[in-house]
């Protein structure tokens, strides 16, 4: 009934008809959105908002209700096979769904409005789900972007990264969770910079420039004026722009000064925004983005979490364009299960010495007996090539 506050729907955040996780129920049409939903429960904080009549239809919190803000439900490490085709298809919605929900609660910031995070919790749960199930392919599509919708897709990209980081290293799943929330909200202080900035297409002037390093400290107070917020995303956004060697921002911390999760975010800030395309430069191909950020290790970059990174990722990421020793171009499009991180699953799709396009086939690098190998990763550019993500991202395009 209207009046009521809904903590909780009884379905996954992608399948449900709202994209906040909890919401005070005003509308009509979000009541009738909610009983077209047919959901197996509803989950009502009767501290909130009215108390449903007797006979209930809807499941009460067994939790007192002053507890409810508390209540936390940790990444489930369990996850459903879906074929290739299917993963694919699911990551696609997904980052449409996270996207729209990030660029809503990012713009209401930008209006000076009080950041609402709990709905939050909900995307960073069904992108871990993804992350653990599906391996590569939300990573390797979260890459791929529009000039309009970077600042919103750059989130979504770190916080896939940050909870592929953290099951890496083996974190607890509240710590897998906390650091796939801190990658989401690293950078809502950009909404403090005015729009122009942002999209310029052309290179910064000191100025402008410094009015971007700012950034960090403005999210951070924004984030403070939430109220009960998770300190690891507190840090992170503060910090994602530290370097080990001190000439970061905006502290200058060195070494063990910045924190764990600080770190990380800055290995999964990195990666992202230089394989992303931008206004004013294409972006780097996976495995090249990382043979550069190894050579940024120990100065800029923690050499140890770059090594779990790499690892979770493979030396050639999903999208990468490698030559075989067969003298083919193939695009790689995962990671067969036990595979070695220099044997992936590629799609083969160029002939070089015919110098033309082949008809594309998929093999597995790891296979028993299998004697075809990787001899370098390749330029798309330097062969003409202009859509090299189609052998791997069929139609999805960019995100």
């Not at 919708?149 to 980081?165: E, G, K, R």
């Not at 060195?254 to 764990?260: A, M, Q, T, V, Y």
């Not at 067969?336 to 396009?357: E, K």
Request: charged share 20%.
């Amino acid at each position: 009934m209207l009046g009521m506050y809904v903590e909780r729907l009884g379905r996954s955040w992608l399948e449900n008809p709202f994209w906040k996780r909890s919401f005070l129920l005003e509308s009509p049409a979000d009541l009738e959105r909610i009983r077209a939903a047919r959901l197996n429960e509803v989950w009502i904080d009767t501290a909130r908002g009215l108390a449903p009549p007797e006979p209930v239809a809807v499941a009460a919190s067994p939790v007192p209700a002053a507890e409810t803000q508390a209540v936390s439900v940790p990444v489930s490490t369990a996850a459903p096979t879906l074929s290739r085709e299917e993963e694919m298809a699911h990551a696609r919605r997904l980052l449409e769904r996270t996207r729209q929900a990030v660029q809503t609660m990012f713009d209401e910031a930008r209006m000076g409005k009080a950041l609402s995070v709990g709905q939050a919790y909900g995307l960073v749960d069904d992108i871990a789900a993804s992350v653990l199930r599906g391996g590569g392919v939300l990573l390797g599509l979260a890459r791929l972007k529009t000039a309009d919708n970077y600042t919103y897709m750059h989130s979504v990209a770190v916080c896939a990264l940050m909870t592929a980081l953290a099951r890496e290293l083996e974190l607890a799943p509240e710590q897998v969770r906390s650091a796939g929330l801190a990658g989401l909200l690293h950078d809502i202080g950009k909404m403090a910079v005015p729009a122009s900035i942002l999209n310029k297409p052309g290179s910064l002037s000191d100025a402008e420039f410094s009015f971007v390093r700012t950034h960090p400290a403005a999210g951070h107070r924004m984030l403070l004026e939430v109220g009960e917020i998770d300190p690891v995303a507190l840090d992170v956004c503060l910090h994602h722009h530290e370097k080990l060697d001190g000439s970061g921002n905006p502290m200058g911390l060195r070494g063990e000064e910045i924190s764990l999760y600080a770190r990380m975010g800055a290995i999964c800030d990195v990666y992202d925004a230089i394989t992303s395309n931008r206004p004013y430069k294409q972006g780097w191909c996976p495995a090249e983005s990382l043979r550069r950020m190894a050579a940024w290790r120990g100065g800029h970059l923690d050499a140890t979490l770059f090594a779990a990174f790499v690892k979770c990722l493979g030396i050639y990421p999903l999208g990468t364009l490698v030559r075989l020793q067969s003298e083919r171009l193939a695009v790689v499009v995962g990671q067969a299960a036990g595979n070695t991180l220099t044997s992936p699953t590629v799609r083969v799709f160029f002939s070089i010495r015919a110098g033309t396009c082949i008809l594309p086939s998929v093999i597995d690098l790891a296979a028993p007996g299998y004697q075809e190998r990787i001899v370098s990763t390749e330029s798309a550019a330097q062969w003409g090539l202009l859509d090299v993500d189609r052998y791997w991202a069929g139609d999805a395009g960019v995100a």
